[in-house]
Nanobody, 117 residues
Framework: QVQLVESGGGSVQAGGSMRISCAAS????????MGWFRQAPGKDREFVAS????????TYADSVKGRFTISRDNGRIAVILEMNSLQVDDTAVYYC??????????WGQGTQVTVSS
C-alpha cells in the first residue's frame, strides 16, 4: 500500500518562508510525479506545484510562480516545497499527491499552513 507522509507546516507571518515535505513509501516504483495541492476554507482544492521524475519538470500554479520551489529530496520518492514571500491567501491545508500514469492516485492527510498579516 502506498503511503504519503507530510511534514512541516505551521504558522508564519506574511512575507515569511516555510518548507513542507512529503515522502512516499510502498510500491512507488512506477510513479511518474509528485505534487502539492491546497484547499482553503470554503474553496475547492487547487493545484500548487508538481515535479516529474523522468525530466525533472517543475510545474507551478500562476499564483505561486516565483515564490514557491518544488524539488526532489535526495533521490527518494519525496519532495520539498519551499515557500517564500508567503501571503495571507496562501493559508490552506496543503496535500501531497503521487501520480501514476495520468492520475493523482494517492494523497497525504494534509498539513496546515497559516499565514497571518
Amino acid at each position: 500500500q502506498v503511503q504519503l507522509v507530510e511534514s512541516g507546516g505551521g504558522s508564519v507571518q506574511a512575507g515569511g518562508s516555510m518548507r513542507i515535505s512529503c515522502a512516499a513509501s510502498g510500491p512507488t516504483r512506477t510513479s511518474v510525479a509528485m505534487g502539492w495541492f491546497r484547499q482553503a476554507p470554503g474553496k475547492d482544492r487547487e493545484f500548487v506545484a508538481s515535479l516529474s521524475w523522468s525530466r525533472y519538470r517543475q510545474t507551478y500554479a500562476d499564483s505561486v510562480k516565483g515564490r514557491f520551489t518544488i524539488s526532489r529530496d535526495n533521490g527518494r520518492i519525496a519532495v520539498i516545497l519551499e515557500m517564500n514571500s508567503l501571503q495571507v491567501d496562501d493559508t490552506a491545508v496543503y496535500y501531497c499527491a503521487l501520480k501514476f500514469g495520468s492520475q493523482w492516485a494517492y494523497w497525504g492527510q494534509g498539513t496546515q499552513v497559516t499565514v497571518s498579516s
